[in-house]
């Protein structure tokens, strides 16, 4: 994954809560705790992607 990916995501977070931060709409607050979700499973997909690749790259045998 690229980092402008990320950088999208977190555009969209700073968005929502400067939104929430003018008009104090709870859902504005929400909706930026939704893209930090979603980023943090995004992120955790690619640690445990990034350590398959490792693995298959290795020349060691691993177990699953």
């Not at 980023?39 to 490792?54: C, F, G, S, W």
């Amino acid at each position: 994954m690229t980092s402008s990916f990320f950088n999208e995501w977190l555009d969209e977070y700073n968005d929502f809560m400067t939104l929430y931060r003018i008009f104090g709409d709870e859902e504005y607050r929400e909706d930026a705790k939704e893209v930090l979700n979603s980023l943090a499973a995004m992120v955790v997909r690619a640690e445990q992607y990034q350590k398959t690749v490792q693995k298959i790259m290795s020349n060691r045998v691993h177990a699953f």
